[in-house]
């Protein structure tokens, strides 16, 4: 009897172990997905949900691992920011992206977070739009950590409408990162070789966009269903190239009156790269080894359409369930080719947005827009009525420039001349606070809104002043909405993992979008990103 227990006991051992095996022989992920949804708020998740299906965002959440509260820790919360802190796990301040275009000090001219003079574009004739790289990234992204950690073998693509977005989470040892030109192609530079794959090459020449063009735009669902949003063709809309802001959208006259970039302003900017996603996992055989790869995939069509129609439009609302659809069939696509629990995926966006500031406005809040060539005409018209001449290089995102050469050649005290322009700004109706750069760099923990300001901050990038707006005081035209600002509704975003090794659950602690790239880099048992302080998300790797 004893012997036939020990056998029996053996042979459980067995079982267990090979069961065991099976479920965890993969000690990583054969992929990660990550998605960025571009100016996704939290809110939308709950405000969507009765309309969404079960297999798309609700999937992630109901499957996956929820953050309920996660926040943007720095200020100008912009797009190109945004990529770069969730890839690299740190801010503007150590990666130096700024902002998605600023006044370059040493040039005296703007630049965009991604310029980059020596390489040229692949994919298509245009000139500008593929003159990009990651050059301007300081810090090394999760994706680099992988590319190191795996002698270069895990393959690493980042694709979206938006250059910036497949750029920066693509990182500077990418494969590939491909972006949306306004030919209706899917480009790239000789950053990242001499000429496009095949595969993409192909699916340029078969001009996906068309078939998307062709069939226009309505209501996905019947009108009753858009009961969380404000009646269509509402004054807080602005115009989808000049077509006035209501359902349907007539797609082939505004293609035919300009060119194939209208699609980034219509959902389908979102499909078009869901599938060039999946032509690129199953051309590249991205997740088909045991050695991880990396696809980074940017949603940018909710943020041009937030921009234009607001948070709170049918046609925003309309683009979040037609993103619900695409999302739950590339989760289907990703089950089918690398297969269920194999992949992670995690899910957040680059920012959050603003509230329509006439809609707040129009309901009793003392809110107001704000133009920023106003404030930079401003500006100088107080410098010359007080200087006798302008001091003033550059206003833009939040930060004054301030000539330091003609202060000196005038024989003015520096720290003076910005005293005069910080009392003159902190006098305005919208100013909520206004720092100077020795204020800026002597950040302590007790001033909540300098740390947003300090964690943003570049020294050898940035100006000399730094203003923060008063709550719902938005730096926009009247209609549509944006996003740049510390507050709430501009950090607050979703943050999901779902997939291998995520078990299901939620917490609503607060967390900041700087801990998603160590948190995935001890998933992937890989170096973290060169600047990442190291303050993970313990709920997703402790079980
Ligand atoms: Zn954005
Ligand atoms: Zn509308
Ligand atoms: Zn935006």
Known sequence: MYKFIQKMKKALLIIVSLIATANFAQDKPKLVVGIVVDQMKMEYLYRFSNDFSENGFKRLMNQGYTFHNTHYNYMPTYTAPGHASVYTGTTPAVHGIVGNEWFNKATGKEMYCTDDETVSTIGDDSDKEGKMSPRNLQSSTITDELKLSTNFKGKVIGMSIKDRGAILPAGHFADWAFWYSKTGAFISSTYYGEKLPDWATQFNAEKNYLKYVNKGWDLLKPKEAYNE????????????????????????????????????????????????????????????????????????????????????????????????????????????????????????????????????????????????????????????????????????????????????????????????????????????????????????????????????????????????????????????????????????????????????????????????APTITQMLKITMPNSSDGKVLLEVLEK
């Open 229 to 516: 949003s404000l009646t269509d063709n509402n004054p807080y809309e602005g115009k989808l190239y000049k077509k006035a802001p209501f359902m349907p959208y007539n797609l082939q006259d505004m293609y035919d009156a300009n060119d194939a970039g209208v699609l980034r302003s219509t959902p389908f900017g979102n499909n078009l790269l869901a599938d060039f996603a999946k032509k690129a996992i199953e051309s590249e055989n991205l997740g088909k080894d045991n050695i991880t790869d990396f696809l980074a995939v940017s949603f940018s069509s909710t943020d041009y359409i937030g921009h234009v129609l607001g948070p709170r439009s049918i046609e925003l609302q309309d683009t979040y369930l037609r993103l619900d659809e695409t999302i739950a069939d590339f989760l289907a696509y990703l089950d089918k080719t690398v297969g269920k629990g194999s992949y992670l995926v995690f899910l957040t966006a680059d920012h959050a947005g603003a509230e329509n500031v006439t809609y707040l406005k129009d309901n009793k809040y003392k809110v107001d827009n704000i133009n920023y060539k106003n404030i930079q005409k401003e500006l100088k018209e107080f410098s010359e009525t007080t200087f006798g001449e302008n001091l003033v290089l550059d206003y833009s995102n939040y930060n004054v420039f301030i000539d330091k050469n003609k202060v000196k050649s005038k024989g003015l005290n520096l720290q003076d001349v910005k005293q005069v322009f910080k009392d003159y700004l902190q006098k305005q109706d919208y100013i909520k606070r206004v720092y100077t750069e020795e204020e800026v760099a002597n950040a302590n923990a007790s001033d909540y809104y300098l740390n947003f300001v300090s964690k943003g901050y570049d020294p050898t990038q940035n100006g000399e002043l730094v203003m923060i707006f008063k709550p719902g005081y938005v730096e926009y035209s009247s209609t549509g909405t944006t996003h740049g600002s510390p507050y709430s509704y501009d950090t607050h975003v979703p943050l999901i993992f779902f997939g291998w090794n995520i078990q299901k659950g939620a917490t609503h602690d607060r967390k900041e979008i700087t801990q998603i």
